[in-house]
């Protein structure tokens, strides 16, 4: 029988490393650590996988590449193009072959849906990291905002107030990308029109991104490749950061 490692860690009552049979699922390894904790907020179990890892990463060099390719071919068409352009694409691409995904699952982990819902609860790999925290008690504001940190979170209060809480938007924020990554890894657009509409307010543990503005950058066919890139950065790193914490 194949057998992996797999690390349980936080808010569980037998934290530490298991030997995971083929074919065994997260409840399995739950119930076999003891269960939960009281303290456990299962909403934001973080669930890292090196084959995940492993393919962000080269999704990210492809980004890269694909963004070197726009500015080659500008350049070869004899478009004018600025330096600072050409700056911007070689750093950015820089950066997204600097960053080292997580390899993070979005997945069910509440041992209770998953036993009402046995089709979400997904098989183990060799390797995986599944770490349940304690229930968080802020939401982070991270990206072009004044003063970037966490904000004590308040039942009812929306992401345009957690955003004032952080001084409000730079002059390089990109309002209409803004976005809130959920306790879960999910990464959900938050509409400046929609922010008293459409969420509640952004649960503990949230945290809300504000990339920069690519337009002051380049108004050329560079434009979306830059922001879409701005964005992917600020999400891996705010991602990343909400796992750390």
């Given at each position: 029988?194949?057998?992996?490692?797999?690390?349980?860690?936080?808010?569980?009552?037998?934290?530490?490393?298991?030997?995971?049979?083929?074919?065994?699922?997260?409840?399995?390894?739950?119930?076999?650590?003891?269960?939960?904790t009281d303290d456990?907020?299962?909403?934001?179990?973080?669930?890292?996988?090196?084959?995940?890892?492993?393919?962000?990463?080269?999704?990210?060099?492809?980004?890269?590449?694909?963004?070197?390719?726009?500015?080659?071919?500008?350049?070869?068409?004899?478009?004018?193009?600025?330096?600072?352009?050409?700056g911007l694409v070689?750093?950015?691409?820089?950066?997204?072959?600097?960053?080292?995904?997580?390899?993070?699952?979005?997945?069910?982990?509440?041992?209770?849906a998953l036993a009402?819902?046995?089709?979400?609860?997904?098989?183990?790999?060799?390797?995986?990291?599944?770490?349940?925290?304690?229930?968080?008690?802020?939401?982070?504001?991270?990206?072009?905002?004044?003063?970037?940190?966490?904000?004590?979170?308040?039942?009812?209060?929306?992401?345009?107030?957690?955003?004032?809480?952080?001084?409000?938007?730079?002059?390089?924020?990109?309002?209409?990308?803004?976005?809130?990554?959920?306790?879960?890894?999910?990464?959900?657009?938050?509409?400046?029109?929609?922010?008293?509409?459409?969420?509640?307010?952004?649960?503990?543990?949230?945290?809300?991104?504000?990339?920069?503005?690519?337009?002051?950058?380049?108004?050329?066919?560079?434009?979306?490749?830059?922001?879409?890139?701005?964005?992917?950065?600020?999400?891996?790193?705010?991602?990343?950061?909400?796992?750390?914490?």
């Amino acid at each position: 029988v194949e057998t992996g490692a797999v690390l349980l860690e936080g808010e569980v009552r037998r934290p530490g490393w298991y030997d995971a049979l083929r074919g065994e699922r997260l409840s399995s390894l739950i119930a076999r650590a003891g269960g939960l904790t009281d303290d456990a907020y299962p909403a934001g179990a973080v669930i890292l996988r090196r084959s995940v890892a492993i393919k962000e990463k080269a999704a990210l060099e492809e980004q890269a590449r694909a963004l070197e390719r726009n500015l080659a071919v500008l350049l070869q068409k004899g478009e004018e193009v600025r330096q600072e352009d050409v700056g911007l694409v070689r750093r950015l691409a820089a950066q997204l072959r600097a960053v080292e995904p997580p390899g993070r699952i979005v997945a069910e982990a509440d041992p209770t849906a998953l036993a009402r819902r046995p089709d979400r609860d997904i098989l183990l790999e060799p390797g995986d990291r599944i770490a349940f925290p304690k229930r968080p008690l802020t939401v982070t504001v991270s990206g072009e905002v004044m003063a970037p940190g966490a904000f004590a979170f308040e039942s009812g209060k929306d992401a345009e107030a957690y955003i004032r809480d952080a001084g409000g938007l730079t002059g390089l924020a990109d309002a209409s990308r803004v976005f809130m990554i959920l306790p879960d890894g999910r990464a959900e657009p938050v509409a400046i029109s929609a922010w008293n509409h459409r969420f509640a307010g952004p649960p503990p543990g949230a945290a809300l991104v504000v990339p920069a503005d690519p337009r002051p950058y380049s108004g050329r066919e560079l434009f979306q490749s830059v922001a879409d890139v701005l964005s992917k950065i600020a999400l891996t790193a705010a991602s990343i950061s909400v796992i750390s914490r």
